[in-house]
């Protein structure tokens, strides 16, 4: 009888587990999924509320030349808009999550579509930390890539 409680206690816990993780990772994706649109939408508010800047926070920007960019991240706090993207919209895809407590990382790719329809390709990574139990934005680096 015990053997059994057990048991079914440590199942539990396990789908406890499980699908608090579920939880986070979905609410990690809605916060990228509002970063990319409120950026494309030039809502600077909307886009500095995704971030929280720490002493170590970094923004590395790789394009297809070769070229690195490492990007102020005071640049995505209060962000002019004419400074932002000019509308259009991005879809993320290939998730791909790690949690650990308060901290997470994150890889995606992403096809931004500018309003003229060119597209632009990235690979993505995405660190992100829990402040007043709500997950932000602290670093990130953007592949940009040519598709063929």
Same mark, same amino acid.
């Given at each position: 009888?015990?053997?059994? $409680?057990?048991?079914? =206690? *440590?199942?539990?816990?396990?789908? /406890?587990?499980?699908? #608090?993780?579920? %939880?986070?990772?979905? $609410?990690?994706?809605? =916060? *990228?999924?509002?970063?990319?649109? /409120?950026?494309?939408? #030039?809502?600077? %508010?909307?886009?500095?509320?995704?971030?929280?800047?720490?002493?170590?926070?970094?923004?590395?920007?790789?394009?297809?030349?070769?070229?690195?960019?490492?990007?102020?991240?005071?640049?995505?706090?209060?962000?002019?808009?004419?400074?932002?993207?000019?509308?259009?919209?991005?879809?993320?895809?290939?998730?791909?999550?790690?949690?650990?407590?308060?901290?997470?990382?994150?890889?995606?790719?992403?096809?931004?579509?500018?309003?003229?329809?060119?597209?632009?390709?990235?690979?993505?990574?995405?660190?992100?930390?829990?402040?007043?139990?709500?997950?932000?934005?602290?670093?990130?680096?953007?592949?940009?890539?040519?598709?063929?």
């Amino acid at each position: 009888m015990k053997w059994k $409680l057990t048991f079914y =206690l *440590l199942i539990a816990i396990i789908l /406890t587990g499980y699908s #608090q993780k579920k %939880k986070e990772s979905e $609410l990690i994706i809605q =916060l *990228l999924e509002k970063e990319s649109a /409120t950026w494309r939408a #030039q809502d600077s %508010k909307g886009h500095s509320d995704c971030w929280y800047i720490q002493p170590y926070s970094r923004i590395l920007v790789s394009t297809p030349k070769g070229e690195t960019f490492d990007v102020p991240p005071a640049a995505m706090m209060n962000t002019k808009p004419e400074a932002m993207g000019n509308g259009g919209f991005a879809v993320n895809t290939n998730y791909k999550i790690s949690i650990n407590g308060k901290t997470a990382w994150v890889s995606h790719d992403e096809e931004s579509t500018a309003k003229d329809g060119k597209k632009t390709f990235s690979y993505e990574i995405r660190l992100l930390e829990k402040i007043k139990n709500q997950w932000k934005l602290v670093g990130q680096s953007i592949h940009i890539y040519k598709s063929e």
